[in-house]
Structure formats: structure tokens, C-alpha cells
């Protein structure tokens, strides 16, 4: 897949599913990991303990985590955090 028909999907499929968070809140940790908030619910968002994801940063849409389907996820861990 190229990156302009990765960036039509991502742009379709947002269509489809839109959210808005009108108070959301993210923290960081020291190691770079990315904290969500408790109110979303990883159901809504198709998410699973072990899903993988891969960054894209997208022109016009802005950051994307694209799920790796089909990978075997790593085991969740909670270690240094």
C-alpha cells in the first residue's frame, strides 16, 4: 500500500467513525509511553491488552496510530512505568 492510498483509507474510515473528545486528557511517560485517560472505552475504540500499534504522522489529518492486524502483539506490561 502506498502512502496516498493509506492516506484515503485513514481519511475514510475517520469519516465513518467520527469522535470528539471535548476534554480530553493525555500524559506521557519517562520512557515515552502515551497514558489515556480511564473515560475512553477501548471497546469504542476496537482496542484489546496487546494490540500493536504503528505512528503515521498524516498531512492535513495530523497523528495516527495505525493497528498492526495480523501481528502477534507483545505481552502488556506495566514494568517502568
Given at each position: 500500500m502506498n502512502e496516498?492510498?493509506?492516506i484515503r483509507r485513514i481519511?475514510?474510515?475517520?469519516q465513518q467513525k467520527p469522535m470528539i473528545f471535548m476534554d480530553y486528557i493525555f500524559k506521557t511517560?519517562?520512557?515515552g509511553s502515551i497514558f489515556f485517560d480511564e473515560e475512553l472505552d477501548p471497546d469504542l475504540l476496537g482496542i484489546k491488552a496487546g494490540d500493536r500499534f504503528e505512528v503515521v504522522l498524516v498531512p492535513g489529518v495530523g497523528i495516527v496510530f495505525q493497528k498492526m492486524v495480523g501481528q502477534v502483539g507483545l505481552e502488556p506490561t506495566t514494568k517502568g512505568l
Open positions: 496516498f492510498s493509506a481519511n475514510t474510515e475517520m511517560g519517562p520512557d
